[in-house]
């Protein structure tokens, strides 16, 4: 078992709310490590977002609280109506992510105003610790880097991928072990689509490489996109590849396709990272893939309702291939627009250095 940032960072901001809460000689430090719990987040902007929704539904929350137990007085009844009220007031301001500390605000407050208001105060200064705390922490220490976390999981995705891909026609896999690993692959990519969502987010705080960031953000999602189409054509040979009387003549031309487009994708992704050599020819052959799609339907006009099922197959196959191709594509045009843009601010610093 290992432990990931987001849950060293958490018992980090833990530690850091508890200190600063003996160091401001608040009573005790259980809300403020609370504060900190709640508001941990897996990027930066996020964190930011987090904490100025907090800061602001805390305040109001508080506020709420104040009146309601100068008006009401501090009983469960009141409590729980100020509770509601809270609740309706956050979803209103579409906050819901806040919800769950400002309650535990509104409920610390009304129960400590009874006790006059510098309890109360400080309560709220223990919320406000906490959130700060956890702020921190999130910016300071292993400062979330969601284009590397990125790229680390679609190499993961891509390595399920590829071991299914490689073992789908020859049935080599036991049954169970192929379906424990094709849960694996559709795991990986939901949280590879939670991931982008992240990535995507941080273009809104980095105002100076925003081109770029929105550039990196098409290849992304045509990598999560391919990876889809791939996990597609499992499904489709699952279900129309073993069905077809015909399947085992076919068997060896087909594991071919998926090999050469399997390794196409593996050179794409290598390419990605700047590994492969300028102008390297990845793509597979066309002449193979005509020669195929040449003797398939010449076949399945023999008897189009014996070895229709083929068809589907065929398509899931060319669909794959065809989203490989998009992303190389889109990839090169990346990759040269960035580079003229850096041969670019590389000659206007040379320009100024001359004039200086």
């Not at 109506?81 to 610390?108: D, G, H, P, Q």
């Not at 309560?123 to 921190?136: E, H, K």
Request: proline residues 3%; neutral net charge.
């Amino acid at each position: 078992m290992t432990i990931g940032a987001r849950v060293l960072k958490t018992g980090m901001a833990v530690a850091l709310a508890i200190y600063l809460s003996s160091l401001f000689g608040f009573a005790s430090p259980l809300i403020a490590a609370v504060a900190a719990i709640f508001t941990i987040q897996p990027s930066i902007y996020r964190s930011w977002q987090r904490v100025a929704d907090q800061v602001q539904t805390n305040l109001l929350g508080a506020a709420i609280a104040i009146v309601a137990v100068r008006l009401f007085g501090h009983t469960p009844i009141a409590a729980g109506l100020v509770c509601i009220l809270v609740i309706l007031i956050s979803i209103r301001l579409k906050m819901e992510s806040t919800i769950s500390l400002t309650l535990v605000t509104v409920v610390a407050i009304m129960e400590a105003n009874g006790q006059g208001w510098d309890v109360a105060v400080s309560r709220l200064l223990m919320v406000l610790t906490g959130i700060g705390s956890s702020f921190l922490v999130n910016v300071l220490v292993f400062p979330p880097r969601p284009r590397k976390q990125f790229t680390e999981q679609v190499h993961q995705a891509y390595t399920q991928l590829s071991l299914l891909l490689r073992t789908a026609v020859s049935n080599e896999m036991k049954e169970q072990v192929f379906r424990v690993e094709k849960d694996k692959l559709h795991g990986t990519l939901r949280k590879l689509e939670e991931r982008h969502t992240v990535f995507e987010e941080e273009r809104k705080v980095l105002a100076r490489t925003k081109t770029s960031h929105a550039r990196q953000l098409l290849v992304s999602k045509q990598m999560i996109k391919t990876l889809q189409k791939g996990a597609d054509l499992l499904d489709v040979v699952e279900e129309h590849y073993f069905a077809s009387p015909s399947a085992g003549e076919w068997a060896l031309r087909f594991d071919r396709q998926i090999e050469d487009l399997s390794k196409y994708h593996e050179q794409i992704l290598l390419k990605a990272e700047d590994k492969m050599k300028p102008n390297a020819l990845i793509e597979p052959e066309e002449e193979r893939e005509a020669r195929f799609v040449k003797d398939l339907t010449a076949y399945v006009m023999e008897d189009p309702d014996e070895h229709k099922r083929l068809i589907f197959v065929a398509s899931g196959l060319f669909e794959y291939a065809y989203h490989l191709r998009r992303l190389e594509k889109l990839l090169d045009q990346v990759q040269q627009r960035e580079e003229s843009a850096k041969r670019g601010a590389e000659e206007l610093e040379n320009g100024e250095r001359k004039l200086g």
